[in-house]
């Protein structure tokens, strides 16, 4: 029996530095990152320094040189730029490296398309995927199956893909149409969570930052945590108890990063609101990372382009526990900061005390003896609030809480 093994992709990486000391080397690792997620290799990295990206062909004609030398010489499958190419940009730069093309977005939603598991996260990534294709498509005029296999090329909706624009358009409003019901769905459930009172915390972060090992650690989730970027795509959401009984929602959620496409912005918008819903975000992030600062804005810039700029915050400063961890940094945009370890757990008892604490600011004080008929509110005290105290005495029960404002009016104390 003969065994085939497919072939790894080689990729030049290629950026254009517009300002000193601006961030393009450090993208261009972190794409590096992404295409070694896809399954690829990097062989070369090449910056230009120019004053803007070639309106034509992204880097200079003499550029374009060097990197077909540079992909001849190292063998490679093809050429990434960091930054997103215009459909003209693409066809020029392919047509003169004569080898395979690719921007940041295609990689990014490659690695989607490979780690989308429910059906709504596959409808993204196929919505995402079609819109880019399409924006392509109509700067090209010929037909997709240029773009050959291989990364850059997955996804659960490229067999439906096709050079007739009038066939992709009808299915990206089928998609759409799909999106919407499990949008109405998602609602339904939030709607839920809010008549249960739970509170909803959101843990949100740069991707591979530690989210999904920090919701296993607190819930047991068992979610898939890898030491790669996208490594979970599709939100998850858990019920956990504080120390207190105070029941609560933890949802995790898609990473951010650099450049994060706009059509998965548009696709992952009902995803990405989770956090929008929430009554606290926790912000984690992986103070290892020589690029902390650097992606906390990101996390910032983009919650804020999703328009949540007015919830609390939990900045929990993950990895403390590695050599390279910066245990000077500080983010003076949360309202509390904790620094932890989600792998060994070390400092999560301290996260969860923060979390009471943020929580206790938002509810009531009530001490009130309630008599004895009055079961229902002691029950929804008990599950719902944070009980202090309780007592029971001749002429009913004594209570001491700490309640959700949303409650208290189904508790209200009339004199």
Do not use: W
């Amino acid at each position: 029996m003969i065994e085939t093994k497919e072939k790894l992709e080689k990729f030049v990486l290629v950026g254009v530095q517009t300002a000193e000391g601006d961030d393009t080397a450090d993208s261009l690792n972190e794409l590096a990152e992404l295409i070694k997620t896809a399954g690829g290799q990097v062989t070369a990295t090449v910056i230009q320094n120019r004053e803007a990206v070639h309106s034509g062909t992204y880097i200079g004609k003499g550029k374009v040189e060097e990197v077909k030398q540079l992909v001849e010489e190292t063998e490679a499958t093809g050429v990434v730029c960091d930054d997103e190419l215009s459909p003209a940009q693409y066809k020029n730069l392919e047509d003169l490296l004569d080898c395979k093309v690719m921007d940041r977005t295609m990689v990014i939603l490659d690695i989607f398309a490979s780690h989308a598991t429910t059906n709504e996260g596959k409808i993204q990534v196929e919505l995402a995927q079609l819109r880019y294709r399409l924006m392509r498509l109509s700067g090209r005029g010929v037909s997709m199956s240029r773009l050959g296999g291989g990364i850059g090329t997955r996804g659960p909706g490229e067999s439906k893909l096709e050079s007739d624009r009038r066939q992709i358009r009808n299915r990206i409003s089928q998609l759409k149409e799909e999106l919407a019901g499990v949008v109405q769905s998602r609602e339904v459930t939030r709607k839920a969570r809010s008549k249960n009172a739970l509170p909803v915390f959101s843990i949100v972060g740069y991707t591979n930052a530690g989210k999904s090992t920090l919701l296993n650690k607190l819930t047991d989730a068992n979610i898939l945590a890898e030491d790669k970027l996208f490594a979970t795509l599709d939100p998850t959401t858990r019920n956990f108890k504080l120390s207190s009984g105070q029941e609560v929602l933890l949802t995790d959620t898609v990473g951010f990063i650099r450049k994060l496409p706009h059509h998965l912005i548009e696709a992952f918008k009902s995803t990405l609101e989770e956090a929008k819903y929430a009554d606290i975000i926790i912000h984690v992030v992986d103070i290892s990372n020589p690029d902390a600062e650097k992606q906390m804005h990101v996390v910032y810039d983009t919650l804020s382009g999703l328009g949540i700029s007015d919830k609390k915050i939990i900045t929990v400063f993950n990895k403390c526990d590695k050599e390279t961890a910066n245990t000077d940094i500080k983010d003076l945009r949360a309202d509390k900061f904790v620094r932890i370890s989600a792998k060994s757990g070390l400092g999560c008892d301290t996260l969860t005390e923060i979390m009471e604490d943020l929580l206790r600011e938002s509810k009531i004080l009530i001490e009130h003896t309630f008599s004895y008929d009055e079961g229902g509110k002691l029950a929804l005290i008990r599950s719902k609030g944070e009980l202090i105290a309780e007592e029971y005495t001749e002429t009913g029960v004594y209570i001491k809480a700490y309640v959700p404002k949303e409650i208290y009016d189904k508790i209200l104390i009339r004199h």
